[in-house]
């Protein structure tokens, strides 16, 4: 079974920081691998996705890298602004078109 | 462009009681269709997905049940409420063949 790991759980930093938060998963053989946002008591926001054929997508200050063999992937955030602050999650894809095996998060907050 | 819309936005029921909570989809069609939860310090788990109309799959067993009346159209539902039921739960929708995931807005239910 698919496991995901977020590191860290909870992570603060002062405004402007560049930060990378990390997601492992013990299956190598996914189809694809999501970034979310989530904030407080609200839904989830779709930030990247990333194919598994793929190496890295980019939104903005977002970027997101994928090793596939090795069964890592970081979300990478630029000059972090306190607009920033929510839940990070990240959701592996391994049997497409049916479950997202999810990480339980990582909780960052970005202070003035 | 497709939204996707939950309600209620909360629900406070006591033990025992029935349950039915409501997601549906606009503006895309034959999408698959998925109710998650997601419990304090537990993460995402799936519940059910739907890949067509009448078609439901379960992933855990409990108490709680799931049927598509129409396409766009997903219903959660539960005779006898629980208080391990509490809980944020949210839908979310893919179109067949595409990979990224999305989600609505959620229902919190607390169960007294």
């Known amino acids: 079974k698919q496991e995901v790991t977020q590191i860290p759980a909870a992570l603060s930093v002062p405004e402007g920081e560049n930060l990378v938060l990390n997601c492992s998963f013990t299956?190598?053989?996914?189809?694809?691998l999501q970034w979310f946002r989530q904030d407080p008591g609200k839904g989830l926001t779709s930030l990247l996705l990333i194919q598994s054929s793929q190496r890295e997508q980019t939104s903005g200050r977002l970027n997101a890298s994928l090793d596939k063999s090795s069964g890592r992937s970081t979300l990478y955030i630029a000059a972090s602004q306190p607009g920033d602050s929510a839940t990070y999650l990240c959701a592996v894809d391994s049997n497409s078109g049916y479950a997202l095996n999810f990480g339980k998060g990582t909780s960052l907050l970005v202070t003035p | 462009s497709q939204t996707i819309h939950q309600w209620p936005a909360t629900l406070v029921q006591p033990v025992g009681s029935p349950l039915s909570l409501e997601c549906t989809v606009e503006?895309?069609?034959?999408?698959?269709l998925y109710w998650y939860r997601q419990a304090a310090g537990r993460g995402l788990q799936l519940l059910f997905y739907s890949v067509g109309i009448g078609q439901i799959s379960s992933e855990v067993p409990q108490n709680l049940s799931a049927s598509r009346p129409q396409d766009r159209q997903f219903i959660l539902s539960s005779k006898k409420l629980l208080l391990s039921d509490s809980g944020f739960y949210l839908c979310a929708w893919r179109l067949q063949g595409w990979n990224e995931q999305f989600f609505g807005p959620g229902t919190r239910l607390t169960v007294l």
């Open positions: 503006g895309t069609s034959n999408p698959n």
């Open positions: 299956d190598s053989a996914i189809y694809n």
